[in-house]
Structures are given as structure tokens and as C-alpha cells.
């Protein structure tokens, strides 16, 4: 039997979707966790605003961009700075369940795999407010940044003496950024088409909102970006070939036989490339 004529081995079927309720019942602890697991890391006020102060420093040292141009353009109209309010407040959240929810449905192999990596993400992200306490641009006397959600709104966040809903003082890293590239980067690695590269408007337009509005500074989304490259390193995603049947390894059959010498084409079956010979 030749290479024409000998089956190729049946290939491997797609990856079975999760069970749905296990499932959300992961999804909805990773979102718990992330929402209510920096509380835990309260009390370290006067430390927050002494590491504000080193970031700003440390940004100014290394000549990073300063934030306050990066506002200035927001505050060209009350438009533009209420859209990044907005963007800030109802983009996070949402995007990152949509993301999650068409991997399930779509493509369930890079769905156990994207939402591995973002619970790594958020796990490690947990650990910084208990070492290294942050207040927010938005609170830090003498950056002459403004806080936008305050004063344009919407706010999602209150007095922090009474907000009992979040940490406003573990603003590093930046999860609002580091979830938002985790979205694109899943996005392009499970589609195939050639304007999957838009999907990194999402984290551009993330990091210019989360700047802009004075809730992070440059190193969060910095921070972010490194814990992001990390866990991507440790969970590798699904093979995928290329074109159809992606996300599948590719199944060949055994190579071909050589043919005798002589023969006009290389790799046909030998009593076939004699026939052809003998014709010439």
C-alpha cells in the first residue's frame, strides 16, 4: 500500500467544553476573588501614599511619559473625559465575561486556557497590596492630576474611608489593563482572521482611559504587562494548526516510498514512476 492509497489516522477531536456549572462556579470565584480579595490588604494608608510618591519619583527618573499630558487630552471637553469615565466604569468587567463566554461556546480549548492565565494574573496580582500598597495618581498631592470620575463622573468608587467594595489602595498592578490585553491576546491566538490585530484597541484604548483618569500610574500597567507575560509562559495554549481545523495538531500519513533512480517524479509509487518512464 503507498502513500496515496494508506489512511491517514483519524484526527484527534476538538476539546470538550467544561461542564457549564462547574464552570461558572470557577469564573464567578475568579471575579469574587478579584473584588473582594484586595479588602483584605486595608489598613496601610500612610504606606500607600509613601510608595505613591517613589512611583511618581521613579517614573520621573526613568523619564517615562508623564500622566498629566495624557489627561490634558481628555480634558479638551467634558465629552471626552465623561467617555473615558464611562469606558473606566462599565468596559472592564463586561468585556473580560464576553471574552470568556465566546471562548466556552467557540473555541473550548482556548477557553480552559485563557481563563487559567487570567486566574494566575489575578492570584499574583492579590499578593502586591499586602507587600507594596498604592495609592492612586487620582489621591497624590502634587501631580497636578485631576480626578476625572469625581468631577465629570460617573464614580465608581466613593470616600475611601467608606468604600467597603473595593481597595483603593492597591492600585498596583493594573488588572483593568492586564485583563484587557489578556483579551486581545486570547482573541488573536483563537481566531484566524486578518483583522484580529484590532483587538489590541481594547487594551490601547484600556491603558489610555486607566492613565488619563489618574486611577493608575504608567508602572501598574507596566507591572501588569510582566505577571501577564509570566503566566502566559507557564500555560501554553492549544496547539493549533493553520487555516482549517485550527486548534487541532495536523494529521500526516507515512511519507511516500522513494522511487527507483531514474524515475521521472520523485516520491510517486515505484510502479508508477516506471510506467511513466517506460512511456517517454
Known sequence: MNARTEPSPAEPPAPARPPLLREFLLVAGLFLVYKFGRQLAVGHTAEAFRDAHRVWDLERAVHLPDETDVQSLLLHGTTPVHLANTYYATVHFPATVAFLVWLYLRRPGHYVWARRVLALVTAAALVLPF????????????????????????????????????????????????????VAVGLIAATRSRWRWLWLLHPLITLVVIVGTANHYWLDSIVATAMLGVALAVVHPPHR????????????????????????????????SVLMGATR
Open 241 to 272: 494548526a493553520a487555516g482549517r481545523g485550527a486548534g487541532r495538531p495536523l494529521a500526516f500519513g507515512r511519507p511516500a516510498r522513494l522511487a527507483p533512480e531514474g524515475s521521472v517524479l520523485m516520491g510517486l509509487a515505484p510502479e508508477k
Open 131 to 182: 507587600t507594596f500598597p498604592l495609592a492612586p495618581p487620582r489621591m497624590v498631592s502634587g501631580t497636578g492630576l485631576l480626578d476625572t470620575a469625581r468631577l465629570y463622573g460617573p464614580s465608581v468608587y466613593g470616600p475611601p474611608a467608606r468604600d467597603h467594595l473595593s481597595n483603593q489602595f492597591a492600585a498596583m498592578p493594573s488588572l483593568h489593563f492586564g485583563w484587557a490585553l489578556m
